[in-house]
C-alpha cells in the first residue's frame, strides 16, 4: 500500500512539472510574441519616418525651383517653408507611439499637406514653370512619395492591430500588463488629409 501511494505521488508530481513546464513555454512564448510584434510596429513606423524625410526634402527642392520662377508669391512660398519647418520638428518617439504624439504628427503633416496643394495651385499661373523639367520631376517624386507614405501608413497601422489585438486578448494581456506593454495609436489622418495635393496640370 506504501509503495502504491508512493508510486501514486511520483505520477502526481510527474504530472505538475509537465504542467509547469507547458505554462512557462507558454509564457515565454507569449512574451516573445509580443517582443516581436512591438518591434514590427517600430520597423513600420521608421519606414513612416524615411518616407516623411523624403518628402521633407523634395518639398524643399520644389520650393526652391519654384522660387526662382515666382518671386512675388514670397508668402505662400513662407507658408510651405513654414509647414514644413514644422512638420520637421515634431519627433514621434518609437517606443511611445501614443494617440497625442500621433495626433500632433498627422496635424503638422495636414498642414505641410495643405500648404503644398496652394503652392501647386499657385504655380499653375506660371507656365514656364509647369515646363521646368526639374519642376516636373520633384512633382513626379513628391507623388510617388504620397502613395509610399500610404502604403507605409497601411502597413504601420496592420501591425499596430495586430500588436493591439495580441496585447489585449486574453490571456496574453495578463502577460502583457505584467511586463508593461501598452497599446500602439493608429496613424490617423488629419480631416481632409487623405487627398493629395494635385501635382497634374
Not at 512675388?72 to 513654414?82: C, D, G, K, Q, R
Not at 520633384?138 to 502604403?151: D, K, M, P, Y
Amino acid at each position: 500500500m506504501e509503495k502504491h501511494l508512493t508510486i501514486q505521488t511520483m505520477k502526481n508530481k510527474w504530472i505538475y512539472i509537465a504542467i509547469a513546464a507547458l505554462v512557462g513555454f507558454y509564457l515565454v512564448n507569449a512574451y516573445n510574441g509580443l517582443v516581436k510584434q512591438k518591434q514590427e510596429v517600430k520597423a513600420k513606423w521608421s519606414q513612416i519616418e524615411v518616407q516623411l524625410q523624403r518628402r521633407n526634402d523634395l518639398i524643399l527642392s520644389l520650393v526652391k525651383t519654384v522660387k526662382g520662377y515666382a518671386k512675388h508669391e514670397s508668402s505662400t512660398l513662407e507658408n510651405v517653408i513654414a509647414a514644413r519647418a514644422k512638420a520637421t520638428q515634431i519627433t514621434v518617439d518609437p517606443n511611445k507611439l501614443d494617440e497625442a504624439s500621433m495626433a500632433k504628427m498627422a496635424q503638422a503633416q495636414g498642414e505641410l499637406s495643405q500648404a503644398l496643394g496652394r503652392l501647386m495651385m499657385v504655380s499653375e499661373a506660371y507656365p514656364e514653370l509647369r515646363a521646368n523639367e526639374n519642376f516636373m520631376m520633384l512633382q513626379t517624386e513628391i507623388s510617388g512619395c504620397e502613395n509610399r507614405l500610404a502604403v507605409e501608413r497601411k502597413r504601420y497601422n496592420e501591425a499596430a492591430k495586430e500588436y493591439n489585438a495580441g496585447i489585449l486578448t486574453f490571456p496574453r494581456n495578463l502577460i502583457a500588463s505584467s511586463f508593461g506593454f501598452t497599446e500602439t495609436a493608429y496613424y490617423q489622418a488629419e480631416a481632409g488629409a487623405n487627398k493629395a495635393p494635385d501635382f497634374e496640370f
